[in-house]
């Protein structure tokens, strides 16, 4: 029912920046929160971010806070991932995910929690 399509991941040094962007089929978009998700060879999928379907509130994980910034634009579908102050162990294989179902705990934190997946984009930092 939704596709999900990520981009501009790649190799970037220690201290540099990306950023991702995922593109979402059809016309419902704003009605979706929006997250990320990352997943290291060998460690557990991690919560980054997730976005309102407005755009009016984000909340990021503990590991990237400060550094990483979500946002969106409803009139092109797309929800972004700025990157910055990148280090080694930022990298992972970056999804972004959505659903727009509500939950009593406010925005999810738990990839249980979301219904549609893009396939991911690399982020490789090196040292």
């Known amino acids: 029912q939704v596709q999900l399509v990520e981009s501009g991941g790649g190799l970037v040094q220690a201290g540099g920046s990306l950023r991702l962007s995922c593109v979402a089929s059809?016309?419902?978009?704003?009605?979706?929160?929006m997250g990320w998700f990352r997943q290291a060879p060998g460690k557990e999928r991690e919560f980054v971010a997730v976005?309102?379907?407005?755009?009016?509130?984000?909340v990021y994980g503990d590991s990237v806070k400060g550094r990483f910034t979500t946002s969106r634009d409803n009139a092109k579908n797309t929800v972004y991932l700025e990157m910055n102050s990148l280090k080694p162990e930022d990298t992972a294989v970056y999804s972004c995910a959505a659903d727009r179902r509500i939950f009593s705990g406010g925005l999810p934190r738990l990839a249980s929690q979301y219904t549609y997946w893009g396939q991911g984009t690399q982020v490789t930092v090196s040292s």
């Open positions: 059809g016309g419902t978009f704003s009605r979706y929160f």
């Open positions: 976005i309102s379907g407005s755009g009016g509130r984000m």
